[in-house]
């Protein structure tokens, strides 16, 4: 079965611990991506990348680091320097990145089940 | 101007009627729309894309494109409660942009 995986589904972080949240796909899609989920609220971009070994900052990257040394995994570290990390995380992967090209689903993402953090 | 908007809701409709979910964007070089689906504590799940102006039906689900108006929506017929959930609009452009999403509830 082709997919998106992320483990753990909940994990529990005391106050000033790093944590990393796991993300594989077996899709064979070249960009991935991390969004953070709060109650209530829309996705927001964390980082992405659209290729091995490079990525970008998404709109609330403060606190959080990514690494991209494989293309079937994009591991999401939160760190202690973010303040408020209780929430619903989400990775996605798409075939490629958006760009000027002709229209299609190309750019259609598919998310994981997604990691429920709670900061003790 | 944020750059993909959708009313929030909730939007109320009863069991058997129509749905209609609407999104505007804010670059005029968009190319690709999505619609997703997200239940309540569950990751995002596609429901339909468009590309060319007009209607595209799937089943219960129509999603309309206008790119003159910059605007997109979803239609869903013969609503059900199984359809009680937030609807997200994505716009691929520039970059993959996600709207707030509009949470819609059927009641029985």
């Known amino acids: 079965d082709g997919g998106i995986t992320q483990s753990p589904k909940y994990l529990f972080r005391k106050e000033g611990q790093n944590v990393t949240l796991s993300c594989e796909q077996n899709?064979?899609?070249?960009?991935m991506y991390w969004y953070r989920q709060d109650p209530g609220q829309g996705l927001r971009l964390i980082y992405y990348?659209?290729?091995?070994?490079?990525?970008q900052k998404g709109d609330i990257a403060e606190g959080y680091s990514v690494s991209r040394e494989k293309k079937e995994s994009f591991p999401l570290t939160v760190t202690s320097a973010q303040k408020n990390p209780t929430a619903f995380y989400l990775c996605?992967?798409?075939?490629?990145?958006?760009?000027?090209?002709?229209?299609?689903?190309?750019?259609?993402?598919?998310f994981g089940p997604g990691t429920r953090l709670t900061v003790l | 101007q944020k750059e993909v908007e959708q009313n929030s809701g909730p939007l109320s409709v009863p069991e058997g009627a129509i749905a209609s979910l609407n999104c505007t964007y804010s670059d005029r070089g968009s190319q690709s729309f999505f619609w997703y689906r997200q239940y309540s504590g569950k990751s995002p799940e596609l429901i339909m894309f468009i590309y060319s102006n007009g209607d595209k039906e799937d089943g219960r689900f129509t999603a309309q494109l206008n790119k003159a108006s910059q605007y997109v929506s979803l239609l869903i017929r013969d609503s059900q409660p199984s359809d009680s959930a937030t609807y997200l609009c994505?716009?691929?452009?520039?970059?993959?942009?996600f709207g707030p999403g509009t949470r819609l509830s059927v009641l029985p």
């Open positions: 899709l064979n899609h070249d960009a």
């Open positions: 990348s659209q290729i091995v070994n490079d990525f």
């Open positions: 996605a992967s798409s075939i490629g990145a958006p760009g000027p090209r002709e229209p299609s689903s190309y750019n259609e993402q598919f």
């Open positions: 994505a716009v691929s452009g520039q970059n993959f942009v």
